[in-house]
């Protein structure tokens, strides 16, 4: 779904999406409230969302999106919704460092990409989250994650969330938040990459975190990767 106030924008985008065969466009919206309603319809995978509209913003539309959390059904307007899984947001912007981005991660957005993004870049990101695997504009994810980190404040010492997960699952969540892959972290650790997946999936799922970039989130707001 594609959510942005300019209709040039929208359209531009739909045009660049549909050109890829696995990727089909179900909805638009203008403003943030009209993004819920289409949301709870249509249970996209992904939404594009734009954050400066008016009429209602993209940061409460996101928060209201991803509120029932990692994998959670979504009742349609009818109650048709049963079995649909919370949509992914990605945050389309225009500013690298704009402060609407770092509310986007607290709100729950799963990635953001820059609007000036090459067409097959932006195709790539949708790809991504639709099969899970958050992201950040490789331009700046260092940048992003290094400030989110400085201005959130742990809620509690590392030794609080460090029961959670195993040694390895939290090394393996540290290695992680440095922007290592799978495969680089399977080298790094001597490793099978399947292994990786595996104690990363685990701890995803005890923590509660959607996609690798909420897990990442997750662990620099717990203390566990030092901002």
């Known amino acids: 779904m594609l959510v942005d106030d300019q209709a040039v924008v929208r359209a531009g985008f739909r045009f660049l999406l549909e050109q890829a065969e696995d990727i089909e466009v179900v909805a638009e919206a203008s403003n943030g409230p009209t993004a819920v309603e289409l ?31 990692p994998g959670a059904s979504v009742p349609g307007a009818n109650g048709d919704g049963a079995g649909a899984k919370t949509p992914a947001v990605l ?25 000036d993004c090459e067409p097959e870049e932006l195709i790539d990101a ?5 099969d899970g695997h958050g992201l950040i504009d490789q331009a700046v994810t260092r940048r992003v994650i290094s400030e989110f980190a400085r201005r959130t404040a742990p ?46 999936g685990r701890a ?24």
């Open 204 to 227: 995803m799922a005890k923590v509660g975190t959607r996609d690798r970039l909420q897990t990442v989130v997750w662990a620099y707001q717990n203390g566990l990767v030092p901002g």
């Open 155 to 200: 809620p509690r010492p590392a030794a609080d969330v460090a029961p959670q997960l195993t040694a390895r699952e939290a090394e393996i969540v540290r290695q992680l938040a440095r922007g290592l892959s799978n495969a680089e972290i399977a080298r790094e650790l001597v490793v099978e990459t399947s292994t990786v997946k595996s104690h990363l």
């Open 39 to 69: 949301a709870r319809r249509h249970h996209p995978d992904v939404v594009c969302m734009d954050v400066r509209m008016p009429g209602g913003d993209g940061l409460a539309a996101t928060r209201e999106i991803t509120a029932r959390g």
């Open 91 to 115: 945050v389309v912007t225009t500013f690298d460092l704009d402060e609407y981005v770092f509310g986007a991660l607290e709100a729950g957005a799963s990635g953001f990409i820059l609007k």
């Open 126 to 130: 949708v790809r991504r989250l639709a």
